[in-house]
């Protein structure tokens, strides 16, 4: 796999090149390729997820110095969810480098966004490996940060599940619930899918790297079923 055209597009070029290797290879892909001499993404992704965490966190308390924990913790996690840090893999090309398994390979929709946040998150470890804390985080910001005045604007770090909620009670008196339907992956690194209950009725199901995360999209696809 020839990276040289992705390191033009992200505007950085590694001094260790197995550290970008290792960013795009999927835990899969060595399964069905034991010979080779490589590790798989997800203790960069661990060290990753942090670095994220923080570049974001500074970035919020200084952009919004009077808003309160509670609003710049829903904006972090809006920013950084699946859903944004997917997107923002898709729009940098990240899909037509990994390295998957031939069944990985063949994976759409959820399943592929959550492979594709884990690169994302695996990248910016090898970032803050290779060239320190500033590289990962100008990285970070250039892909995520222009994203945060619609964030704020449209209220797009709401709650789904507190507006689910409150759309069901109103309407149906029935408070939802959700309902872990399956869960898979490493202790570390696991994938839950949950379902969104109002009353007996099973409205959707969401996927997450976290029961929250997955009730979160759960509740999400809920209001989209129900046009609410």
């Known amino acids: ?125 090898a970032l803050y490996l290779d060239g320190g804390y500033e590289v990962a985080e100008k990285f970070i910001g250039e892909q995520l940060f222009h994203k945060t005045d619609e964030v704020v604007d449209k209220r797009l770090w709401q709650d789904a599940k507190s507006k689910l909620q409150e759309i069901a009670q109103e309407l149906t008196s029935i408070t939802p619930r959700y309902e872990l339907l399956n869960q898979s992956g490493p202790d570390h690194n696991k994938t839950f899918i949950v379902g969104a209950y109002i009353g007996t009725e099973k409205v959707a199901m969401g996927e997450g790297r976290s029961k929250q995360e997955a009730e979160q999209d759960a509740a999400q696809k809920a209001l989209a079923a129900k046009g609410w």
């Open 1 to 125: 796999m020839d990276f040289g055209n992705f390191e033009k597009k992200i505007g950085y070029t590694f001094r260790n090149r197995r550290l970008l290797e290792q960013a795009f290879t999927h835990r899969s892909y060595l399964n069905e390729n034991r010979g080779e001499a490589r590790d798989h993404n997800e203790r960069l992704e661990f060290l990753g997820d942090a670095v994220l965490e923080l570049a974001v966190t500074e970035f919020l308390y200084a952009k919004y110095p009077d808003k309160p924990e509670g609003d710049l913790t829903a904006y972090r996690a809006a920013l950084v969810n699946t859903q944004s840090i997917s997107d923002a893999g898709t729009k940098l090309g990240m899909n037509d480098y990994l390295l998957l398994s031939r069944g990985e390979a063949r994976d759409t929709g959820r399943a592929r966004q959550i492979i594709l946040a884990n690169a994302f998150e695996a990248l910016i470890g």
